[in-house]
């Protein structure tokens, strides 16, 4: 199979021989449709963000004293696995 090569003007600029098997087939709509999708998927610029524990607001002192109050102990109120604390591997 020859396909013809164009340029931008529409002129034919020279000929090409394709594989039959790849380009004689006829198209698939739900393929076309996921391969388009994800090309524009992959062209999607996020603009999500997340705050580490060092961008969150809060104090950096410690909670409450390690020992003696029989509760477990803890860090900073901005640690990851408080809430409102810091995001370990977020979105930049």
């Given at each position: 199979m020859?396909l013809?090569?164009?340029?931008?003007e529409g002129k034919?600029?020279?000929?090409?021989k394709?594989?039959?098997q790849?380009?004689?087939?006829?198209?698939?709509?739900?393929?076309?449709?996921?391969?388009?999708?994800?090309q524009?998927?992959?062209?999607?610029?996020g603009?999500h963000?997340t705050?580490?524990r060092g961008e969150v607001?809060?104090s950096?002192a410690?909670l409450?004293?390690?020992?003696?109050?029989?509760?477990?102990?803890?860090?900073a109120s901005?640690?990851p696995?408080?809430?409102?604390?810091?995001?370990?591997?977020?979105?930049?």
């Open positions: 020859k013809d090569v164009r340029d931008r034919k600029v020279k000929s090409i394709v594989d039959e790849v380009f004689g087939l006829k198209p698939h709509r739900a393929v076309v449709h996921q391969a388009m999708l994800a524009r998927a992959n062209q999607h610029r603009t963000k705050k580490t607001r809060g950096t410690k409450y004293r390690q020992r003696g109050t029989g509760r477990a102990r803890q860090g901005r640690a696995h408080r809430r409102g604390g810091g995001v370990v591997f977020g979105p930049r």
